[in-house]
């Protein structure tokens, strides 16, 4: 069962940082299925994206299989600033400073595999 997520966020720009496979395209359906297929309400999630903000993408495929992977992402509009191949099997680690106003400036989010979930982002203007 998708779960359904609200992000809270302040009215500054925001880095996002995305992993492909499982979290916004089915888990190896490149090499499974011949072809990228786009996971449930990942397009509807990165529409409400705010325009200024830097969405970078990592994943542990390799370079070989850019082209396909990025004609995929733009015959369906999917907007993204950078891509990131050949990243590790394990962990993704962040590590951020936390503002002076106590602001916690580093969010982390783990989906089931194929099943991102909805989201909601909603900006706070009093941040």
Not at 17 to 46: A, E, P, R
Not at 55 to 60: A, D, H, P
Not at 67 to 86: A, P, S, V
């Amino acid at each position: 069962m998708s779960e359904h997520r609200k992000i809270e966020l302040s009215p500054l720009g925001h880095t996002w940082i995305l992993d492909l496979d499982g979290t916004l395209v089915k888990h190896n359906g490149y090499l499974l299925d011949g072809k990228d297929t786009l996971l449930d309400g990942v397009k509807q999630l990165l529409d409400s994206i705010p325009r200024e903000d830097l969405i970078i993408l990592l994943t542990s495929r390799t370079q070989e299989v850019a082209w396909d992977t990025e004609r995929f992402l733009k015959d369906l509009n999917i907007r993204y600033d950078q891509i990131i191949y050949g990243a590790p099997y394990g962990e993704r680690i962040l590590l951020n400073d936390r503002k002076l106003s106590g602001m916690e400036t580093a969010k982390a989010v783990n989906v089931n595999r194929d099943d991102p979930g909805t989201w909601e982002i909603c900006i706070h203007q009093d941040w």
